[in-house]
């Protein structure tokens, strides 16, 4: 009788399926975001997660997955997302929060957690705070100099600030405040709200009644129109100044008439087409606000969708470099991505071209800034 060869065969799949068993297992790069999806800061946060969607499924041949969660514009859901990431889905990066206040309840726990945020907001962190942040958005310190510069250029010399009563709005009140000293301008008064509220009328009377040559609203968003349009209303004739978190279309369509003249500090992607050829974002920054708009319609470009698409760009640079430390989902991984943001001289994204050090962590320079004014109610390049 002929000898079967079943023992055989088997011996050789079991053979095999311990080989197998012992390969690494691949793991996906799993990104943490957490943007304000509904409450009063969701007109930043719906935006940058557009910009997301346009990520590609995978860097460096690694598949990405992206968990998205609505912190709902509030501190403590925000810091109860990135646990959740670090402990529950093991992230090796988080992204987020395009609300400042948000961004900074992130950054505690990624600094605990030893992974690296990408901030899609300008959030300020106290010394040795930040050493897991890296930002895609500017700096307060870098668009304040604009419009000083701007300030100074027109004959202001003195000024008012109305702004939020969080971290975003002090942040602009502090940097704006320490540049305008040492510009030789006079601060007349100063003047604070809340985001979620619907009126400022007591507060642009005050503004109104200091006769500031300019005021700077330290806003963002739809929440940026209201307080301007309140002073218009009560009959300021001076200059209105708006930061880079207003640099959206809902200002516009917010404020209509009220708004037209006023300038507004902004990020390239709000109008790349006046940038000049040889600027390294140009090409970048045009594409993606072209195929930005082919998806989600004309005229939806804005700066928050930029800083979500900006991360992914960082990410294609750093990724690479980190693969070759560890694997996706090990400390190795995490701390070589860390290190690679940190050694990064020059990449360029849509908003500037980054080069972040170890000791700073926004990276991007005065070619990462554009000021713009509102006419016919769309924008026009001022500088």
């Known amino acids: ?63 990405l997955k992206v968990i998205i969660l609505d912190d709902a514009s509030d501190v403590t859901q925000s810091n109860k997302n990135a646990r959740r990431f670090i402990t529950e889905d093991k992230v090796d990066v988080i992204v987020g ?21 990408i901030s899609t907001s300008p959030v300020e962190l106290a ?9 895609v958005a500017q700096s307060t310190t870098l668009m304040a100099g604009a419009i000083i510069e701007h300030m100074k250029k027109t004959g202001v010399k003195t000024y008012a600030y109305l702004g939020f009563s969080d971290a975003y709005g002090e942040a602009w009140l502090k940097d704006f405040g320490a540049l305008a000293k040492q510009a030789g301008l006079q601060s007349v008064a100063t003047e604070r709200f809340a985001r979620a509220d619907t009126s400022v009328t007591a507060q ?55 708004v037209e003249g006023s300038f507004v500090v902004a990020g390239l992607a709000v109008m790349p087409e006046a940038l000049p050829d040889n600027h390294p974002s140009k090409k970048i920054a045009t594409d993606f606000v072209e195929r930005y708009e082919k998806q989600f319609g004309a005229g939806t470009r804005n ?18 470099l980190a693969l070759k430390k560890g694997k996706p989902g090990t400390q190795a991984f995490r701390t070589a991505l860390k ?4 050694s990064t001289n020059g990449v360029a994204i849509t908003q500037g071209l980054i080069k972040y050090t170890p000791k700073d962590h926004f990276g991007l320079q005065d070619n990462a800034r554009v000021l713009l004014t509102i006419e016919n109610g769309n924008w026009k390049l001022v500088n």
Do not use: C
Not at 339 to 342: G, I, K, M, R
């Open 97 to 117: 929060s395009t609300a400042t206040p948000a961004s900074i309840a992130l950054s505690d726990v990624a600094a605990e957690g030893q992974t690296v945020q």
């Open 204 to 258: 642009a009377l005050k503004l109104v009644s200091a006769k500031p040559d300019a005021i700077l609203l330290g806003a963002s968003g739809s929440g940026a129109a209201m307080p301007h349009k309140a002073l218009i209303e009560r009959g300021y004739k001076g200059k209105i100044y708006q930061t880079h978190g207003a640099a959206s279309r809902d200002l516009i369509r917010l404020g209509g008439k009220d």
């Open 1 to 63: 009788m002929k000898k079967s060869n079943k023992p055989r065969l088997i011996a050789q799949l079991l053979v095999v399926a311990g080989s197998l068993a012992s390969l690494p297992a691949l793991a996906d790069i799993t990104i943490g975001v957490s943007l304000p999806l509904t409450g009063p800061a969701s007109g930043l946060g719906i935006p940058t997660k557009n910009g997301i969607s346009m990520w590609p499924e995978s860097i460096a041949g690694e598949k």
């Open 127 to 135: 010394e040795g705070k930040g050493a897991w942040t890296f930002r």
């Open 303 to 320: 700066q928050f969708a930029a800083h979500g698409y900006d991360a992914n760009l960082l990410l294609q640079h750093v990724v690479p």
């Open 339 to 342: 290190e690679a943001l940190e």
